[in-house]
């Protein structure tokens, strides 16, 4: 296959971005997306062009760090995939790929495709935790989990935080990665004590890293790579309304020890 | 800090005053649109029941209308400021972007809103305060003010467009904000809207057709 690349180049954080062409010759069509890049980066080398810099690590879907914008969509035309898990057979002979960095404030860009998405690790640092001590591994029924709750709680722990929801939204939210790290723990029983404080702790932190707000377009729950719901999003609303009417300040001093 | 200020400067805050805010509003343009229809039984009926709420029912009538207000304020309010933390939040736009869930009606909110609020102060000022006649109007006869405004091609055509402005707005707000409210869908599919679909669609027609039937003369 041949193909024609527009990539979004840049030197560093603060230098200027611009679209660069190039041409992918020769390409198979059973080549991941990633390794397509590898071949263009191996001929850039070889010309003593520098490299395209881009996020991989694990390539089988489960790492979170690949993340390209592909002809206007988060990972690739592929539902339910992330980048490392397309292949070019996705794509006609002869085609033209935009390919860009995830676009969002709080990402900022560190070289080419490379954002710094070390905003989604404040905001589980915020709250996307217990504080009981866990201790050895427990019997496996000493706590009783119903299973639509374990499903629930299942399906929002399948989030890889590859930031492809916020990549994604028009309005540059991370609500559907916030609310899967809320919804996640608060569908447990082990996730009770904090429940309520880590939905307003993590909304916080949300919107202090600079993300927009949700206005459920629904465009995150199509580009996430783990086909996580736009329910775990108003499983946060309820969460954050619940702990915004009730939640108290934590008082020192009080207490009978 | 304190509690309210926390909810208010938070994004989900301000959606959920934006949610309350509108059904708040729903709940309004549905007696709106149930006053409306006596037009077509009779314009003694219509304008009885104008009389009853300027008369007998004028301070629940002013209770409404603070109510309102403040609604419509508080949804404006926070749907500027939303407005503005979202754009903020993508300085860089794409070369390319595709859209794959947003339907008609969530990417016509903020436009649509601008056009309904643009809407609601010219149709005070038409049949509330009778600042604007395009007709001869006369205070207290609803019926006949209905009837020789919506003879006029333009006002009818205006209300018209507003009311389908209306219809796509609430398909996305009447489904979007009892999500807002924490109400999951029972459903496998997170989109599937029937309560919203059956609610924007019977308030899009219960508007639309007095306009259009004075318009045809099916009411004279």
């Known amino acids: 296959m041949n193909l024609t690349l527009r990539v979004w180049r840049q030197a560093g954080p603060k230098a200027p971005g611009r679209m660069v062409e190039y041409k992918a010759a020769d390409i198979s069509p059973e080549a991941s997306f990633l390794e397509m890049m590898d071949v263009v980066n191996e001929t850039l080398t070889l010309r003593g062009d520098e490299p395209i810099a881009f996020d991989h690590d694990c390539r089988e879907g489960i790492c979170g760090m690949c993340s390209m914008m592909i002809n206007g969509v988060a990972h690739g035309p592929n539902r339910g995939t992330a980048t490392c898990q397309l292949h070019m057979r996705s794509f006609e002979d002869g085609a033209l790929i935009y390919i860009e960095p995830w676009r969002v404030r709080a990402f900022p860009v560190v070289k080419d495709l490379c954002v710094d998405r070390s905003a989604l690790d404040r905001i589980v640092a915020a709250g996307g935790f217990i504080t009981a001590a866990t201790g050895g591994a427990q019997d496996a029924n000493s706590v009783l989990v119903s299973k639509a709750d374990a499903d629930l709680a299942m399906d929002a722990a399948a989030c890889i935080g590859c930031g492809a929801c916020a990549a994604a939204c028009p309005n540059g939210s991370a609500s559907l990665f916030t609310g899967a790290k809320i919804s996640h723990l608060g569908q447990l029983p082990q996730g009770q004590p904090e429940r309520y404080r880590r939905a307003l702790a993590m909304v916080e932190q949300h919107d202090a890293e600079g993300f927009g707000g949700c206005t459920l377009h629904g465009e995150c729950q199509l580009a996430c790579p783990k086909e996580i719901s736009i329910d775990t999003i108003a499983r946060m609303h309820r969460d954050f309304l619940v702990g915004a009417a009730t939640t108290r300040e934590e008082r020192s001093g009080s207490g009978v020890g | ?220």
């Open chain 2, 1 to 220: 800090m304190n509690r309210a200020t926390r909810f208010w400067r938070s994004t989900v805050g301000k959606k959920i005053v934006m949610a309350v805010s509108g059904i708040i509003m729903i709940g309004f343009l549905i007696l709106h649109a149930a006053g409306n229809l006596q037009i077509f039984e009779s314009s003694a009926k219509l304008n009885t029941y104008s009389a009853f709420l300027h008369g007998p029912a004028n301070e629940l009538l002013w209770v409404v209308r603070i109510v309102l207000f403040v609604a419509v304020i508080a949804h404006i309010v926070s749907a500027y400021q939303l407005t503005m933390l979202d754009r903020a939040a993508r300085p860089v736009p794409y070369a390319q972007k595709k859209l794959q869930a947003a339907t008609i009606g969530s990417r016509t909110m903020r436009v649509g809103g601008v056009l309904l609020a643009l809407f609601i102060v010219l149709h005070i000022l038409h049949f509330t305060t009778l600042t604007l006649q395009p007709a001869p109007m006369a205070a207290g006869d609803v019926y006949g003010n209905a009837i020789a405004s919506f003879r006029i091609w333009w006002v009818t055509a205006f209300y018209v467009i507003a009311m389908i402005a209306l219809g796509l707005h609430l398909y996305h707000g009447a489904w979007s904000s009892a999500r807002t409210l924490g109400f999951e869908q029972g459903h496998s599919d997170p989109f599937h809207r029937p309560v919203a679909v059956t609610l924007a669609v019977l308030i899009w027609a219960g508007f639309t057709i007095v306009p259009v039937a004075v318009f045809f003369h099916w009411i004279s």
